[in-house]
């Protein structure tokens, strides 16, 4: 593995975006792991002497209606981002990868029923389904996550299955059977490592999608309780003291705007580098 | 000879593409027959060439031989025993091996020579014969250079993934490599190192092979025998050279007309056989071959022809085969096809 | 003899790499005349491809001309630009390549796309042009025209597939046609038909035919001349009796040996140019095929042959050419 892993590191440094998003992302991902470290203030002291502060040497990116230091929210914040969309689609992810197996792989009637499911389970609108779900656990981190999970599980599992069901009738599948290869091995190290690399493109071109889905629900009060710094919630607030300090809006939609160019760029180029014939292409 | 692999009277349906409603009427969705009464067989050491077009059911039998798809009726016999369950095909698959016909294709994408070549033991728990270096060895069998195991798929050629096949085919030192088109798309001098290669190792190890190929110069070089199909039934077989020498079907005979000739001297007026061979869902009745044949009758529409046994080595399945013989015995080569 | 219509002279192309240029055509020349079929023979990796697409301008981008050019019409086509390359292509040069399906865009009927392929032609109307489209259509054998026209690509056989192919490229009377490997999808039937209606149509047209193939029954068949390539040169040209009747250079007398087509006897073992390809990006500095050549002496490894005239136009880069006697 390691010319390839070595030619899939090269394909992707030979892109600039693919380099950039891979810069914003791993500034976020230590951002996230030191934030206890980098985070000049604590994120959730109160300073109401000092709310609505504009920027300062003090505080660089101001302060909130509780005269909370922003950049420490912000800070903490992107914890609470990247963890709860790092989680949510890593199960999503897994989840996905095992029932579009079982539907792709197993027998007919399986199939169907799953497709059964995926179907009813997407033809609820999300933010119904969200909400019924919070109003029945109550808002929470946790709650997010699941609601989160529950509801990208079909559309991975479905990717998976269209890997799954190409590759089923390919020539190196049946030569397997024709060497007696048990179902397990067919599954495991035929058409496994030949659907992970793509679903890993999508999964992390979702991630930005998520941490805007945890910024909105928050935002809506149904995600990240406050006081915990989530970047929906500084928005929320931003909005609502939109008047005092018009920043606020500004400072905490950077992160996101950030983080989404970041992951889309770095899932772009990945699906290029992981392509073997592409990258073959690139060479000759 | 004592047969390794015998294939007898089978003939596999398959559910044709229904249109609408049609579907949702059991029994009454249309089948097409992809293989119908198929008798064959595979000598002990034996090379046997099996040729037709393509739509002929040529691939579709090598499948069925190694259990990839099921028949519906007939029999299939290994090494004298029946198979018919799961299990016995697990024993054919040990002791028969199978090569596709885009070779870079059946190679899994993401994992190396090495690894897949060794497959085979793995899969059915056989101790590695040679240890580590099992794989290296494997590949300097077919004369590939052992470098060319840290290599994927995509990065070999043509002739290197047919050799990695054949490596891989001969991993179980099976009895029977069944090989389908194992020249296409091959640089000629290529093409003849392969079937060298596959020569070979019958000498060495007394495999047999059943070669499938559309390519009768193929064929004619490295066969003993060879069987031609058309539209899933067999037209005529028996030994290579009185085939080419004396083709009694005139199908066999068209194919041979077909064959291009490397040489400027040789340019044919005109080339046999016209229009294309018939969907397996527009069969023809009687004999399949009466919308292309040049010698067809009204008789051959409505009559199946009955397999004819011109030698105890030699069968064809044709209303005229009588009379062709008869030319053939009379000393005037059947010149029909050429006017 | 006829008029010259497509003369490739002295022409160099390079590959950009990352080993560096990989010179994949050196110094070919060949002469495509009116009325007259040539074959291009040759190997994996010989440059028959490169050839090809610099005969019609579809170089890849990472390609560069180092040396000679295509003259077409008094002029170096592969200088023009834009509109200009278009116009030629398809109007006086055209292409048929070994899979048809390229050929044609899967969601537009072929009627449509023989209309659109038209559209250099003035003074038709949309239902002359369809005229137009089924009666070339008949002329390359398909046996409902009209049928056809109504039909995807998808929906036809192979051996349709590749006449339909042959009808857009015939459809704007090119002077000039070039095919790249046009029977190798194909089976023996296919194959041998295709070959019947190129040979025909070679008959009535009085442009000239272009077939690139690693398959020397199809030059057989129907080819006037033929130029073998070996490692991104011509290494023998001549008439294709000359040339497969009394070959000269070992490559290619190596070469009709090994072709199964070739013998007509069982042989149990066949014939193999043993030895592999010289590398492309530091090219021998004598012959290039010395490396597998039985002949090959120090002469042979240290000074690249001139292309020797053995008999009136018979060429062969072989410093023995002279002397490499007829051997059928």
Redesign the interface.
Known sequence: MA??SRNVWRALMAEPLGVMGGVIVLSFVVMALFAPWIAPYDPLKIDVMHKFSGPSLAHWAGTDQLGRDLLSRIIYGARTALGVAMTATGVAGLAGILLGLIAGYGPRWLDSLLILCFDSMTSLPMIMFALAVITVLGPSTGTLILVIILVSIPGYARFIRAQTLSLVR???I?????????HW?VIL??LL??VVGQLLVVLSMDIPVVIMLEAGLSYLSLGVKPPTPSWGNILYDGYVSLRQSPGMVIVAGIPLILATLGFTFLGEALRDALD??LQ?RT?? | MSALYEVDNVSLDLAAPAAGLQRLLPGVAPRMTILSNLSLSVGQGEMLGLVGESGSGKSTLARAMMGLVDITSGSLRFEGQPVKTRSDFVKVRQGAALMFQDAVASLSPRRKVAAQVVEPFQINGVPLPEGPSTATAMLERVGLSPALAQRYPHELSGGQARRVSVARALALNPKLVIADEPTAGLDVSVQAEILNLMTGLRRDLGLSFLIITHNLAVVRHVTDRVAVLYLGRMAEWGPTRAVFSHPYHPYTKSLIAAEPQADPRKRRANLALKGEIPSVLARPPGCEFHTRCPIARPCCAAEEPAPRMITPDRMVRCHFAAETEQRISGGRHGTELEH | MSETLLKVDDLSIAYASEQGALQALRHASLEARAGEAIGIVGESGCGKSTLASAMINLLASNARVTSGGVIFGGRDILSVSGEEKRRLRGRHIAMIFQDPMTSFNPVLTIGEQLVDFQDQREGLSKGEKRAEAAAMLKRVGIPDPERCLSRFVHELSGGMRQRAAIAAALLMTPEVLVADEPTTALDVTMEAQIIHLLRELRRDYNGAIVIVTHHLGLVGELCDRVYVMYAGEVVEEGSTEEVYHNPRHPYTQALIACDPAHLHDHAPVLPTIPGRLPDLVTPPMGCSFAGRCARATGHCRSVAPAHVEVSPRHFARCHFAQRNEARS
């Open positions: 010319s390839r390919s020539d190196f049946l030569a397997e059977k024709a060497m007696n290869a048990s091995r190290l035929h490592p030949n073997p014939r073959l060479l000759t």
